[in-house]
């Protein structure tokens, strides 16, 4: 049976595989059985995951990770409906728990759930875990286990409800005066590095109008009390250009600003109509 690492395991199918994971160094020995649609991401969700969870299967994948050991998945079956992968699972299970290695926690059918833990347990492992700096063998982990990984949501939308609950997950953090003051902390060391003002700079001129910028051009606005478009630039504090009759004019003055400022070398409205 072959033996695959995340960059050779089957991307997601329509169809169900069910699957073993073993030690690279003893590999005839099954530590967990599972099913997925989705083995190559599976596989990566199951090293990651070991750094977070407290499980046995998890325990295991992080003791083989930080011996020098790899993680292999071994395909049994594919082709399978759910339902009859969930069969199988269960019969696999059932046959290799007599193995005192196997890591699973249930008997199968029920996909990966494993344990529950009490909000109150959940907690108590929080608050082990909280504030506290990663060692450097849990930071080689988990470069290990991100070289090559992109994330599942690459290239998705975030509906509507997805957006607002990250709204108020990070309201609700930054209620938090400690938080606040972390933060400030961080970026007032970061700020205070010249290579790091020089790079945050450099993506300030370099990048378009914001989505939200009702002018589509970048440096323009419109001023309510004049009805005219105003041109604005930040150099080394924000300067105001002046106001024009129309958007255009506004966007063409900034660009002449900027170009003057920093050349070529930052983003421009117009970049073919200004001077070289």
């Known amino acids: 049976m072959e033996l695959l690492d995340?960059?050779?395991?089957?991307?997601?199918?329509?169809?169900?595989?069910?699957?073993?994971?073993?030690?690279?160094?003893?590999?005839?020995?099954?530590?967990y059985i599972g099913i997925t649609n989705d083995p190559r991401r599976r596989l990566g969700h199951?090293?990651?995951?070991?750094?977070?969870?407290?499980?046995r299967k998890a325990r295991w994948v992080a003791k083989v990770l930080r011996d020098g050991g790899d993680v292999l998945m071994k395909i049994i079956n594919r082709g399978l409906s759910h339902g009859e992968a969930k069969s199988v699972e269960m019969d696999l299970i059932s046959t290799h728990r007599?193995?005192?290695?196997?890591?699973?926690?249930?008997?199968?059918?029920?996909?990966?759930?494993g344990?529950?833990?009490?909000?109150?347990?959940?907690e108590k492992i929080a608050a082990t875990r909280r504030g506290k700096p990663l060692s450097e063998d849990v930071k080689a982990v988990l470069r290990q286990v991100n070289t090559g990984r992109t994330s599942p949501n690459k290239g998705k939308a975030l509906s509507p409800e997805w957006r607002t609950n990250i709204s108020i997950a990070g309201a609700r953090r930054m209620s938090n005066p400690a938080v606040r003051e972390q933060m400030r902390a961080l970026n007032l060391v970061r700020y205070a590095n010249d290579n790091e003002r020089e790079k945050t700079a450099k993506a300030t001129r370099l990048a378009g109008p914001p989505a939200n910028n009702k002018s589509g051009f970048k440096g323009?606005?419109?001023?309510?009390?004049?009805?005219?478009?105003?041109?604005?630039?930040?150099?080394?504090k924000q300067t105001h250009i002046g106001r024009y009759p129309t958007p255009e004019e506004a966007a063409r003055?900034?660009?002449?600003?900027?170009?003057?400022?920093?050349?070529?070398?930052?983003?421009?409205?117009?970049?073919?109509?200004?001077?070289?």
Do not use: M
């Open 220 to 236: 323009v606005s419109f001023h309510t009390k004049t009805g005219k478009w105003s041109a604005q630039i930040k150099l080394e």
């Open 98 to 113: 007599s193995a005192s290695g196997l890591t699973n926690l249930t008997d199968g059918g029920d996909g990966t759930s």
């Open 253 to 276: 003055a900034y660009d002449k600003a900027a170009f003057a400022a920093w050349g070529r070398d930052c983003f421009l409205n117009f970049p073919d109509s200004v001077a070289a």
């Open 6 to 31: 995340r960059r050779s395991a089957p991307k997601r199918a329509d169809t169900w595989f069910v699957y073993a994971l073993v030690d690279s160094r003893s590999p005839d020995e099954i530590r």
């Open 115 to 122: 344990r529950a833990y009490s909000a109150e347990t959940r």
């Open 46 to 55: 199951h090293c990651s995951q070991s750094l977070d969870s407290h499980t």
